[in-house]
């Protein structure tokens, strides 16, 4: 019982803005926990939060270990976050644009070689400068840093968006190998029924704040169904919302 | 629970300072009599060097409220509002100074403007606060906005010595522009309407920076109290999107956040 | 701090030599810039070689805004500036290795407009040791200077416009001594150009340092 992730009615901030109002989240190592929610529920916040980017201001908040509400930079390198911007240069190379997230993660550049294979980045792509890529290629060089650095948390936004079937398939496949390996996996995503089978938690979040946790996949399409009940319940009591823990 | 930023002890200060400027006004302007050599321009010497000092004043006390700011054992908001209005009224009285002393230059030299060490220094500060004050108006969140600001000013006011450096020894290249040689034989009547417009200046300054210190507190108490309700407006949001933009309205700077939430979209 | 520096610089530099921004685009900049002075002064030969070194280094200020807007310019795309937040890279690194990069751009667009200098304002040379002392210190408080405010200035909406407002500034000095140093350099002015070379590396010293302790201050932004 690994304690990976430990909320406790934390607030953070985006401008003036509480993202997120009062979370109560508990995530042990190796878990794959499916983020659900509507947009502008708190889905990415979360993640983001978690990654250390969005300021901690109210209750406890910790990250393997590390507390964000004093530092919230000391996490940073142990967790990978992979969101909608992919933070790549365009100007330079998908290998050059790799080449450098994993020297700046301090992560060793030789574990490059094996993820660009992985993702079908070697070859042509491989010395194409990220502007000339499409988006899914894009996504497929964010998430080829993210395989070779091999954090000990992903958080993953929307992570199938953009890649097609067979990447989405192999995409999967990291997921399960990574928590296999013992990283742990967050994945927010609208799609139940892809990310669904894999997930050993499901979190439902809404209004900032954490509206449901269940174990083991959802069931089907009746999910996405509950998740939009489950928001509607905490529009109706407030109150109820944030307790489940 | 003040509306307004007076209470009895600025009412006292603004009647004190009112009284000490007309009086410096009065001996100045009426009855000090004129200087052999400068003639009438002498009188400028009951507003430029308290205007000048006021505006250092004001300039340096940014810069230490700005580094209680930054340092972590010290840091509070007091710090930063502090620096916010001691900018603006030191920027006040930098334009009094500088505009004070371009009519000097104007009498004594026939020039708007001469490249007096002094004068030149005291406009390039004016440049660096000028824009300190756009960058505090920038930011949407007031700590990051507070830091950035915080280290602008400190930095600035390092090179305030270099600065000077600068500009004395560019001034001694071209000889000359020397202008604001108070004559140290100064005495007398003279000598006390000038102490009295320190006094004087230092009073408006002081009422100033109060006010606008507390204005600075009353849009803190007011971005605060929408605090709770964006949070209670947030968890009631469960039900959708569509509460999101009601949370905009409430909250100016909050306006960009909404947008970016909404791009989670795939 | 200082590998976090070189993997940052490296990048930086990459960048630059795969866009060949500077090349392509400040550096003719640079050059026009002479050539409007020369319009300006009406090709009146002597004061522009009398004002060449002023003339010099106010175009190397304006190429030096240029070279920090693109400096941030690309972090900017696809949050790239949030990439470098997550990567635990030391903010100290960061700034070493974005100033450093600066720097570089500056020193060549610098020879560039040297030689354009001495071809369209016909000046000689006195002191070469001062000429390059005092350059390279002014290069390096300008990178160390924009590089700082460009940080200040990345996050925000209107950055274009206030960069140069909080920049111009505080370089003031620095144009100041390195156009002094510059005339004693190259003999057009009688002033002990070693004087003002002390004050150059004053302001480098400062900004140096301002920025190595403020830059994980100014990094986060969230």
């Not at chain 2, 009353?218 to 949001?237: K, P, Y």
Request: contains cysteine; charged residues 15%; hydrophobic residues 50%.
């Amino acid at each position: 019982m690994d304690p990976v992730i430990r909320f406790r009615s934390a607030v953070a901030l985006a401008g003036n803005f509480p993202v997120l109002a009062g979370v109560d989240l508990d995530v042990t190592r190796g878990e794959v926990v499916l983020v659900r929610g509507s947009n502008g529920a708190g889905k990415t916040s979360l993640l983001r939060a978690c990654a250390g980017l969005l300021r901690v201001v109210a209750g406890e908040a910790e990250v393997l270990g590390s507390d964000l509400v004093r530092d919230q930079r000391a996490v940073r390198r142990r967790v990978g976050l992979l969101g909608h911007a992919t933070a790549l240069y365009d100007e330079l190379s998908a290998r050059d644009n790799i080449r450098f997230a994993l020297r700046a993660a301090g992560a060793p550049v030789g574990a490059a070689g094996p993820a660009m294979e992985q993702l079908g980045l070697d070859g042509r792509l491989a010395g194409t400068r990220v502007a000339s890529l499409s988006a899914g290629q894009r996504r497929r060089v964010a998430l080829a840093i993210l395989v070779a650095r091999n954090p000990e948390l992903w958080l993953l936004d929307e992570p199938h968006a953009g890649l097609d079937a067979d990447y989405r398939d192999l995409l999967d496949g990291f997921i399960a190998g990574a928590a296999r390996a013992g990283s742990t996996v967050l994945l927010a995503s609208h799609e139940a029924d892809r990310a669904g089978p894999l997930a050993t938690t499901v979190v439902t979040v809404g209004g900032g704040v954490v509206t449901g946790v269940s174990a083991g996949p959802p069931a089907g399409p009746a999910g996405a169904g509950s998740a939009g009940a489950g928001s509607a319940g905490a529009g109706i009591e407030p109150e109820v919302a944030g307790h489940v823990a | 629970m003040t509306a307004g930023t007076g209470n009895a002890l600025t009412r006292a200060l603004g009647a004190a300072t009112i009284v000490a400027v007309a009086i410096t006004a009065w001996l100045g302007l009426v009855v000090s009599p004129p200087d052999q050599t400068q003639g009438q321009l002498v009188r400028l010497l009951y507003i430029h060097p308290a205007a000048a000092t006021a505006c250092y004043v004001g300039f340096g006390l940014c810069a230490l409220a700005s580094l209680a700011y930054l340092w972590p054992r010290t840091r509070s908001r007091r710090w930063d509002r502090l620096a916010a209005a001691s900018a603006e009224v030191g920027v006040v009285f930098c334009v009094i100074t500088l505009v004070t002393g371009s009519i000097w230059g104007r009498g004594s030299w026939g020039v708007w403007w001469t490249w007096d060490a002094r004068l030149t220094l005291t406009a390039l500060l004016l440049a660096v606060f000028i824009g300190y004050l756009a960058l505090r108006r920038t930011g949407g969140d007031p700590e990051p906005r507070a830091k950035r600001s915080a280290v602008v000013a400190v930095v600035c006011a390092l090179l305030v010595p270099v600065d000077h450096e600068a500009t004395t020894w560019w001034q001694t290249l071209h000889q000359g522009n020397t202008l604001f040689r108070p004559n140290p034989l100064i005495h007398g009547l003279q000598l006390w309407s000038m102490l009295l417009s320190f006094v004087a200046y230092g009073l408006l300054f002081t009422w100033l920076l109060i006010h606008r210190y507390r204005v600075e507190v009353l849009e803190d108490r007011f971005e605060e109290e929408g605090f709770a309700a964006a949070i209670a407006e947030r968890r009631a949001e469960g039900s959708g999107p569509a509460t999101a933009p009601a949370v905009a309205a409430a909250d100016g700077p909050v306006m960009e956040v909404p947008a970016s939430e909404g791009e989670k979209t795939p | 701090m200082w590998r976090d520096a070189l993997v940052v610089g490296g990048k930086d530099l990459r960048v630059e030599l795969q866009s060949r921004v500077t090349t392509t685009q400040v550096a003719p900049y640079a050059i026009l810039v002479l050539l409007l002075f020369g319009f300006a002064f009406d090709q009146d030969h002597a004061v522009l070689t009398k004002t060449a070194a002023g003339l010099f280094w106010v175009a190397v200020l304006l190429c030096s805004l240029l070279a920090v807007q693109r400096s941030y310019a690309i972090e900017a795309v696809d949050g790239a500036r949030d990439g470098l937040r997550l990567s635990g890279l030391d903010p100290a690194g960061i700034f070493i290795g974005k100033a450093v990069a600066v720097a570089v751009q500056l020193v060549v667009l610098e020879v560039l407009l040297g030689l354009g200098v001495v071809i369209l304002f016909g000046t000689k040379l006195h002191d070469p040791a001062l000429l390059i002392l005092s350059a390279l210190c002014a290069t390096v408080g300008l990178a160390a200077a924009g590089t700082v405010y460009g940080m200040i200035a990345s996050g925000l909406r209107v950055r274009e416009t206030l960069l140069p407002l909080l920049i111009l500034p505080v370089v003031a000095p620095v144009l100041l001594g390195a156009t002094q140093s510059w005339m004693a350099a190259l003999g057009t002015s009688s002033t002990d150009g070693w004087k003002w070379l002390s004050l150059l590396g004053s302001f480098a010293v400062i900004y140096v340092a301002a920025g190595i302790l403020s830059f994980s201050t100014l990094v986060e932004e969230s």
